[in-house]
Every structure is written in structure tokens, then in C-alpha cells.
T-cell receptor
């Protein structure tokens, strides 16, 4: 069964460093998303991406964050200058259509720890 | 406003019993989805119910949606120890792209 994959599974970085989290969505999906979950808290929406542009973003997704689909398969989340409060589990998701109509399938997550 | 508030926050049952979890939300929705998360792991999609549907079944899962009460319930029948996980409801509003998650119910099924 097709699935969303994410690398790395764990990342430890120093405050102020740049990190890139990678995702390979399900191959025929058109909509891509990033969410995060701070330990013990709700899963929070960060950004959605369709047709090579951001379609929606939350207030969390500030200028320090960016997303890219550099080729036909990868979808990346970059944090330019990490802060302690960026420590969280980051989930990538994809769907075949708009979330309003379709299931979003999640990857296993990348656990980011900022020291 | 907060969407997707589950209750109870934690539920502990014996294997073979049924587990019922509830979710309430505040604004109109397009669909509501239930996910499962094993400790520290990814989110597994369980079931999607659209706003014009009242009930859906998938295996041992039964989901109901009452849009007049802005609530949904997830019933797991004949529970197994492997069902131990956190269960989240997530809503989609209008034509938005995003899922809005609740805080989840931690279900423990004791063998």
C-alpha cells in the first residue's frame, strides 16, 4: 500500500541552525501538508501546498519557515534559524484532492530537537 | 475557537469491551476524520465522515456524526490490546485545506 515517507526520523540541532525536513508524498497525490506536534500537545497545521505554491498557512508558519517541491517526488520543510520552541514532531501529509473532500495520509514524522 | 475537543481525555477498558470516544466542535464542518496515534509514532487515518452523512462503519469501527449537536462519536467494538493508542478527531471547514485536531483520547485496553 502506498505511504508517505519522511527523513530523517530524528534530528538534533543547535539553536540558530538551519534544518531541512524531507518528505516523499504518495505518488499520485496533488496536495501536500506539514503539521507539527509539540510534546503532549495537539497536532497543529503549518502549511498546505498545491500546484507549486502555498495554498494556506497558519500563523506559526512565519518567515523562518519555507516549503519546496524541488522535483516530482520530494516535499521539504526548511526552518532557517531554529529556536528552542521549534522542538516538536513534524508530520508531512498528502491527499489526492482538497482536504475538504479527501483523506489526508500522514507520514511517520520527524522528531526535531533544538538544543 | 477550538475545534475538535475529545472526551474522555483517557479511557481504560478490558479486552473484549467496547470503547466509545466523543468529539465536539464549534463551527460548521465539511468533514470529520478520526486518526489513531501509537505512542510517539505517526498518525494513522481510520475513517472520514462527511457532513451529509450520519453514520459510517469500517470493520470494528463505527462513527456517527450529529451536525445539529456538532458532535461525533467513535465506537471500537470488541477491543484488543493492540487498540491501545491515542485517538484524535480532526475537522475540515468549508473548502479549507487544513485539518484542525482535538487534544485526543488516550485509550488503554488491558489484556
Amino acid at each position: 500500500e502506498p505511504e508517505v515517507t519522511q527523513t530523517p526520523s530524528h534530528q538534533v540541532t543547535q539553536m540558530g541552525q538551519e534544518v531541512i525536513l524531507r518528505c516523499v508524498p504518495i505518488s499520485n497525490h496533488l496536495y501536500f501538508y506539514w503539521y507539527r506536534q509539540i510534546l503532549g500537545q495537539k497536532v497543529e497545521f503549518l502549511v498546505s501546498f498545491y500546484n507549486n505554491e502555498i495554498s494556506e498557512k497558519s500563523e506559526i508558519f512565519d518567515d523562518q519557515f519555507s516549503v519546496e517541491r524541488p522535483d516530482g517526488s520530494n516535499f521539504t520543510l526548511k526552518i532557517r534559524s531554529t529556536k528552542l520552541e521549534d522542538s516538536a514532531m513534524y508530520f508531512c501529509a498528502s491527499s489526492g484532492g482538497l482536504a475538504a473532500q479527501e483523506t489526508q495520509y500522514f507520514g511517520p514524522g520527524t522528531r526535531l530537537l533544538v538544543l | 475557537s477550538q475545534q475538535g475537543e475529545e472526551d474522555p481525555q483517557a479511557l481504560s477498558i478490558q479486552e473484549g469491551e467496547n470503547a466509545t470516544m466523543n468529539c465536539s466542535y464549534k463551527t460548521s464542518i465539511n468533514n470529520l476524520q478520526w486518526y489513531r496515534q501509537n505512542s510517539g509514532r505517526g498518525l494513522v487515518h481510520l475513517i472520514l465522515i462527511r457532513s451529509n452523512e450520519r453514520e459510517k462503519h469500517s470493520g470494528r469501527l463505527r462513527v456517527t456524526l450529529d451536525t445539529s449537536k456538532k458532535s461525533s462519536s467513535l465506537l471500537i467494538t470488541a477491543s484488543r490490546a493492540a487498540d491501545t493508542a491515542s485517538y484524535f478527531c480532526a475537522t475540515v471547514r468549508g473548502s479549507n485545506y487544513k485539518l484542525t485536531f482535538g487534544k485526543g483520547t488516550l485509550l488503554t485496553v488491558n489484556p
